[in-house]
């Protein structure tokens, strides 16, 4: 007897008969024992069995790619096992066993408010309204709630968690960052609400989604290197935001017994105000400086230098201060590419006719808009284009005793603090929010901020690993992730199995399970 071809758990066989003739067949073997499945033919000449050999080849594909033409007692028992099982026995894990794995990790399973937890897993996993987490948590984990327990919940929610939610993250922040947090970035951003209806908190003011018709709330966010939550408020839409930084930073200093950390924010922070609270209060700082806004002789000699690439302007000024300026060509770009831009869309307003003497003011564009005569609104080109000497150009306002390059470097990781913006807002749909009361949407940014934090951890390991794998992506990847539970005939035992994951979904899961 010879084996000539494996295929799939079948083989070809050449078996030598007593007439001296061979035999051609496709058997298969099973407990030891071999199985005819097909005698393809019988051949005395080389010719023949070669011929009938290469028939049996192309049989046997036909026969894999069908299956077995018989079902073995194995078969019967694993269709019989299957044949018990329906839906409720499938359930979709990844949330849980990925994000889930992280909340835990990062602290925040101590808070033992299951509901609270369902709220931030799905947050993660499907970013949607309260109704619609209802419906997926019913749906993919099994997990029965009313939406009227929910928003039961949300009304205590902040009173009772925001407090222990914001230590949990400090507590992770500074062991992420081994302890040192002596520099700290803080930001806001605008909220807007779809109803037009203002109250106490929810109020028409400048909106950097561009939507000032509509009510806003102000967000602000305090983070530390590389974007790592430290802690979080909200604030009336139409304040100033400049009015925010110095009760935001001492409430936050005094909460976690911050050593005067230095202090980075962006130009719309900058003001007299903050600036003479900060060094009262002995803070150091970095803010992005408005150089069109500096005094003439400032501007003439920020100017009069026609900085290059990666060259440095450095002008002492009053208490201890300078100002820096940097310029960088890539900047120019983005620049000319912006205000061109913004030029666009003014001409598109202008031609519609619908513009006022109350759009002519300082207010982003509108300041290119002059009055012709007494009624015509035309765009002033002469101003747009002599604000072509700025592009490239970046100030930055400071009393550190830092390296000028230290202070610009240090200023360039706000950029963390904007993508964790950007990350709230697009993968986890902070906005829209469809909450009308106070106590609600103060609840939403609590669940929102905690995503996050699980967001920023999970990122981390994903780049420590040197994953290719996008925290979108991971999301995605959570949602086909399944679990089967059965029960055993005999002994009645109920036992749970995760199924086979593809590739991505076992690296995710490898990683995961790795560093927490």
């Not at 765009?379 to 970046?394: A, C, P, S, V």
Request: a positive charge; aromatic letters at 10%; charged letters at 25%.
């Amino acid at each position: 007897m010879g084996v000539a071809c494996l295929y799939l758990g079948m083989f070809i066989r050449k078996l030598r008969n007593r007439s001296g003739s061979i035999s051609v067949q496709i058997i298969t073997k099973a407990s030891g024992k071999y199985r005819v499945v097909k005698t393809i033919g019988c051949g005395h000449s080389e010719q023949d069995v070669e011929k009938f050999f290469y028939l049996a080849k192309q049989e046997l594909e036909r026969i894999s790619s069908q299956g077995k033409l018989f079902i073995s007692e194995n078969d019967t028992v694993v269709e019989q096992v299957f044949s018990t099982l329906g839906n409720a026995n499938v359930h979709t894990v990844g949330p849980e066993i990925i994000f889930g794995k992280i909340y835990d990790n990062i602290g925040f399973g101590i808070l033992q408010e299951e509901l609270f937890r369902h709220l931030v897993i799905a947050r993660l996993a499907f970013p949607l309204s309260k109704l619609k987490t209802i419906e997926y948590l019913y749906r993919f984990q099994g997990v029965t709630l009313d939406l009227d327990s929910v928003y039961r919940f949300l009304d205590k929610l902040n009173d009772q968690l925001k407090g222990q939610v914001e230590q949990i993250a400090f507590a992770h922040t500074l062991k992420v960052l081994t302890g040192n947090i002596s520099v700290v970035f803080y930001d806001m951003t605008t909220l807007y609400f779809e109803a037009s209806d203002e109250d106490d908190l929810r109020k028409m003011g400048f909106s950097k989604d561009g939507k000032n018709q509509n009510p806003q709330i102000f967000l602000g966010l305090l983070v530390g290197l590389g974007g790592y939550a430290i802690g979080y408020d909200i604030f009336e839409g139409n304040i100033y935001e400049g009015h925010t930084l110095i009760p935001f930073i001492e409430k936050i200093s005094k909460k976690f017994n911050l050593n005067k950390p230095v202090v980075v924010a962006d130009a719309g922070l900058l003001s007299k105000d903050n600036i003479k609270a900060l060094a009262e209060k002995d803070y150091e700082y970095i803010i992005g400086a408005r150089l069109k806004n500096e005094p003439e002789r400032i501007k003439k000699k920020i100017l009069e230098k026609q900085l290059g690439e990666e060259q440095l302007l450095t002008i002492n000024k009053q208490h201890n201060t300078r100002l820096i300026v940097s310029y960088a060509t890539n900047r120019a770009a983005k620049d000319e590419h912006t205000r061109t831009r913004g030029l666009n869309r003014l001409e598109k307003r202008v031609k519609s006719g619908k513009l006022t003497k109350s759009n002519i003011n300082n207010k982003g564009y509108n300041k290119y808009l002059k009055l012709h005569g007494d009624i015509t609104i035309e765009i002033d080109y002469d101003k747009f284009n002599n604000d072509k000497i700025w592009d490239g150009l970046k100030g930055y306002i400071t009393n550190t005793k830092l390296h000028d390059k230290q202070v610009i470097e240090n200023y360039k990781n706000l950029w963390f603090i904007e993508k964790a913006f950007r990350m709230s807002k697009t993968d986890l749909r902070i906005r829209p929010i469809y909450h009308r009361l106070r106590n609600r949407i103060e609840a939403h940014i609590c669940i929102a901020f905690t995503a996050y934090c699980v967001y920023k951890e999970l990122e981390r390991v994903l780049y420590k690993e040197k994953s290719t794998i996008s925290l979108r992506t991971a999301a995605e990847l959570t949602h086909s992730m399944y679990q089967i539970t059965y029960s055993l005939p005999e002994s009645k035992h109920v036992k749970s199995q995760l199924l086979k994951m593809d590739d991505q979904q076992a690296e995710l899961y490898r990683i995961v399970a790795k560093n927490f």
